[in-house]
């Protein structure tokens, strides 16, 4: 069973950063696309940013130039460079495999953006 554990989200101004991590329990990142999805209330949980196995990254157009995927596969973690924040980033965010069948979801970490 595979568990992820996010962090990094708290409280930042429009215009600033912060930079989420997720703990994989499994060393086994290297063998997936990982991705990072984000979830407002009442909407679904969608991918803003994947990377591949062999590090190609790929964006949603909203966050393009803005959020930055990273992943380290000795330490089993995934990242998110999250600048220029805006308020509409406001979400919790998660990691998960990008393909189906996800593993269970963690719990997330909130991100608000907001002056």
């Known amino acids: 069973q595979v568990q992820l554990v996010e962090s990094g989200g708290g409280l930042a101004q429009p215009g600033g950063s912060l930079r989420l991590s997720c703990t994989v329990s499994k060393n086994i990142i290297r063998a997936y696309d990982m991705s990072w999805y984000r979830q407002t209330p009442g909407e679904q949980r969608e991918p803003v940013a994947t990377?591949?196995?062999?590090?190609?990254?790929h964006y949603e157009d909203s966050v393009k130039g803005r959020f930055t995927i990273a992943k380290d596969n000795a330490k089993n973690m995934v990242y998110l460079q999250m600048d220029s924040l805006r308020p509409e980033d406001t979400a919790v965010y998660y990691c998960?495999?990008?393909?189906?069948?996800?593993?269970?979801w963690g719990q997330g970490t909130q991100v608000t953006v907001s002056s």
């Open positions: 990377i591949t196995t062999g590090g190609a990254t």
């Open positions: 998960n495999r990008y393909r189906e069948p996800k593993w269970s």
